[in-house]
């Protein structure tokens, strides 16, 4: 009698046992799961982390004098033909295979806001493959500011690797300034942006 008592419990034993070994095993893939999710969560958060390094980067940094511009009237320029050192210029340059609806949002914003610019002079450069595409990308643009193409190189400005529209401010025909990457869902920012520069560099004399 008291053998078969001993092999009930211990059966009972072996069966609880048994199970706190498949709840830790559950346990341990639910944490492995996690840590997996987690990881790919670090992942993006660094390459947040590097577009607002190669923005930050980007400033007073000198553009690349010899870049090739082709306007819409179909002339080519050197880039520094282009800016000229005794007046300022913002910069709004964004790739041909950025979200057409996203460029939409920015290009009716700077549209907005262009007319606080007073001095400066607001300017599109589209990089892309031909002339055709930008005459369909940037026709939001072309009646209100002039717009480039730039096809045969960058700017050879960091945040050029990133492949994100956004404004860079020159106002000695050759060296970037307060570059911002632009976001379709902060327009706001972008509006302040533009708003300050005025302030900071028309204003200042006044």
Same mark, same amino acid.
């Given at each position: 009698?008291?053998n078969n008592r001993l092999l009930i419990f211990i059966t009972?034993?072996?069966?609880? @046992?048994?199970?706190?070994? +498949?709840?830790?095993?559950?346990?341990?893939? #639910? !944490?492995? #799961?996690? !840590?997996?999710?987690?990881? $790919? &969560?670090?992942? =993006?958060?660094?390459?947040?982390? %590097?577009?607002?390094?190669?923005?930050?980067?980007?400033?007073?940094?000198?553009? &690349?004098?010899?870049? /090739?511009?082709?306007?819409?009237? /179909?002339? *080519?320029?050197?880039?520094? %033909?282009?800016?000229?050192?005794? +007046?300022?210029?913002?910069?709004?340059?964004?790739?041909?295979?950025?979200?057409?609806?996203?460029?939409? /949002?920015? *290009?009716?914003?700077? /549209?907005?806001?262009?007319?606080?610019?007073?001095?400066?002079?607001?300017?599109?450069?589209?990089?892309?493959?031909?002339?055709?595409?930008?005459?369909?990308?940037?026709? &939001?643009?072309?009646?209100?500011?002039?717009?480039?193409?730039?096809?045969? =190189?960058? @700017?050879?400005?960091?945040?050029?690797?990133?492949?994100?529209?956004?404004? $860079?401010?020159? =106002?000695?025909?050759? !060296?970037? #300034?307060?570059?911002?990457?632009? =976001?379709?869902?902060?327009?706001?920012?972008?509006?302040?942006?533009?708003? !300050?520069?005025?302030? #900071?560099?028309?204003?200042?004399?006044?």
């Amino acid at each position: 009698m008291k053998n078969n008592r001993l092999l009930i419990f211990i059966t009972l034993a072996l069966f609880v @046992f048994g199970v706190l070994i +498949s709840c830790f095993y559950l346990d341990l893939r #639910k !944490t492995m #799961k996690r !840590t997996s999710v987690t990881h $790919t &969560n670090v992942v =993006n958060v660094s390459d947040i982390y %590097e577009r607002l390094y190669v923005g930050i980067h980007s400033d007073n940094m000198l553009l &690349n004098p010899e870049s /090739k511009l082709v306007s819409l009237d /179909k002339q *080519s320029y050197d880039l520094k %033909e282009v800016l000229h050192p005794d +007046s300022m210029y913002l910069i709004f340059k964004y790739p041909g295979s950025y979200c057409d609806d996203c460029i939409e /949002k920015i *290009s009716e914003r700077i /549209k907005i806001m262009k007319e606080s610019m007073e001095c400066i002079h607001v300017i599109v450069i589209y990089q892309g493959s031909s002339m055709r595409e930008m005459r369909i990308k940037a026709l &939001n643009f072309k009646e209100d500011l002039p717009v480039y193409l730039l096809k045969v =190189n960058d @700017f050879g400005l960091p945040i050029d690797e990133s492949q994100v529209p956004y404004m $860079t401010f020159v =106002n000695d025909g050759k !060296t970037s #300034k307060h570059t911002l990457i632009l =976001n379709p869902n902060q327009l706001d920012v972008l509006s302040a942006y533009m708003q !300050t520069l005025s302030e #900071k560099y028309c204003r200042k004399g006044k």
